[in-house]
């Protein structure tokens, strides 16, 4: 059974920084892409970064991109998204998330076949 469970949400001031982590099991994490997605409240889901198993390479949204950076600890089958430069509008729940047998980034939440239940990042002003 796959299973993926977000770590690391919390409180941070605008301007800090936050490490979230995702535990996965059932699954080898070198075979499938794993992704983080966001929900604020009132807002659609939307990506917040995916690596890529086929070659490691990192996707981000421009909302994100050059603050937010994913790693991977394969012997851990752990992902991390760290966080820099947080802004109040980066305040959400964070997923992760897997589509079955998809090594590449750059799919929507609709695709994804497994969720962890997400973890809260509030960020004040």
């Known amino acids: 059974e796959v299973q993926l469970v977000e770590s690391g949400g919390g409180l941070a001031q605008a301007g800090g920084s936050l490490i979230l982590s995702c535990a996965a099991s059932?699954?080898?994490?070198?075979?499938?892409?794993m992704y983080w997605f966001r929900q604020a409240p009132g807002k659609e889901r939307e990506g917040a970064g995916c690596?890529?198993?086929?070659?490691?390479?990192?996707n981000f949204p421009d909302s994100v991109k050059g603050r937010f950076t994913i790693s991977k600890d394969s012997g851990k089958k752990t992902m991390y998204l760290q966080m820099n430069m947080l802004k109040p509008e980066d305040t959400a729940v964070y997923y992760c998330?897997?589509?079955?047998?998809?090594?590449?980034?750059?799919?929507?939440?609709?695709?994804?076949?497994?969720w962890g239940k997400g973890t809260l990042v509030t960020v004040s002003s």
């Open positions: 690596i890529s198993s086929y070659d490691g390479s990192t």
């Open positions: 998330a897997v589509p079955e047998n998809v090594p590449l980034c750059g799919l929507g939440p609709e695709d994804m076949n497994y």
């Open positions: 059932g699954f080898s994490s070198d075979d499938y892409a």
